[in-house]
């Protein structure tokens, strides 16, 4: 006979322990079946926790349940509820086993005629709650994969002309927010790789593929927030500035950006020109100013302008964070 699986839950955050209920069953079943309901608990949307399980699980069959019976019914009721909630969810779908680590599980394996597959009900084998970790998600990220913990994060980028406060802000802000931030690695690699000023045109490609490697290094050490200063859309508008064009993977690598950032902050050029030897000039800096702010606006990336001392351009900033 073959054995059909089902599991549940809001996975708010998806952890190690929901994790291991689903590889426990993924052991013992030919198919597994995952119900995920909304919920008001997190902020992050179903559609992107139910991407948590297909990543990591992709032989797993994924049911994204909305309109879910309410909690703050008496239980009797909620339980009756759940369970009508829950066949007409797998629209006349056998199961053989329910898989879970909770009371529920003798209710609705009930329900649905199948085996109470009871896994780890003590939390001895992985010692965490989706409360403790919404408490202090920080703090507990050694139960959360990768794939989930940088969902969790607010992720931040600063834009802007060279020499207008993007690597001071978003140093001050990370150590006044006791978290991390993303240095510019094009302005490193110029430095290290120039020819009388110039980097090649495959070059650019590089340093946005470097670029975004390390920030999802550094983002596994984010504490609630992450400042990135600039992003492949900046290096994209470096590559026409020397070269007239972009090559089409660097043109692809930009426009990704747009679903990679949370929040667009645009560094505006009212603070005094720093003449380092690595820029050109202040008039250039203008120029290139207005040329980003056009590109944003092509690509109808919504941004906020910052100005003023670095004090007003934080004080802006946390205006916009989640709390």
């Known amino acids: 006979m073959k054995k059909i699986g089902l599991t549940l839950g809001k996975y708010a955050p998806l952890h190690k322990g929901h994790q291991y209920v689903i590889e426990t069953a993924l052991k013992e079943v030919d198919e597994l079946f995952v119900i995920i309901y909304d919920t008001p608990l997190i902020s992050v949307p179903l559609h992107v926790r139910a991407g948590w399980i297909k990543t990591l699980y992709p032989q797993v069959k994924v049911i994204e349940a909305r309109n879910s019976p309410s909690e703050n019914m008496p239980l009797p009721a909620y339980e009756k509820a759940e369970e009508e909630f829950i066949k007409k969810l797998l629209n006349g779908q056998p199961i053989t086993h329910f898989y879970c680590s909770e009371y529920y599980g003798e209710h609705v394996s009930r329900a649905l005629g199948a085996q109470d597959r009871r896994v780890d009900e003590k939390r001895s084998t992985v010692p965490v709650s989706a409360t403790k970790i919404r408490q202090n998600t920080f703090e507990n990220r050694r139960f959360l994969s990768p794939v989930v913990y940088k969902d969790l994060i607010q992720k931040i980028v600063f834009m802007g002309a060279p020499s207008t406060g993007k690597t001071t802000l978003a140093q001050a802000l990370a150590k006044d927010l006791n978290t991390v931030w993303m240095p510019e690695y094009g302005r490193e690699y110029w430095a290290e790789h120039q020819i009388n000023r110039r980097i090649g045109l495959k070059e650019f490609i590089t340093i946005a593929k470097t670029h975004i490697a390390r920030e999802d290094m550094l983002l596994q050490e984010a504490n609630k927030y992450f400042f990135v200063d600039t992003n492949a859309i900046t290096t994209y508008m470096f590559s026409l500035d020397y070269h007239g064009k972009a090559l089409p993977e660097m043109t692809r690598l930009a426009q990704q950006c747009q679903s990679r950032y949370d929040l667009f902050f ?23 100013h207005q040329q980003i702010i056009a590109d944003l606006e092509k690509r109808k990336i919504p941004f906020i302008r910052l100005k003023g001392s670095l004090a007003q351009r934080m004080a802006t900033v946390k205006k916009y964070l989640k709390d």
């Open 266 to 288: 645009l560094c505006e050029d009212d603070i005094p020109y720093d003449d380092t030897w690595d820029r050109s000039g202040e008039q250039k800096r203008g120029v290139f």
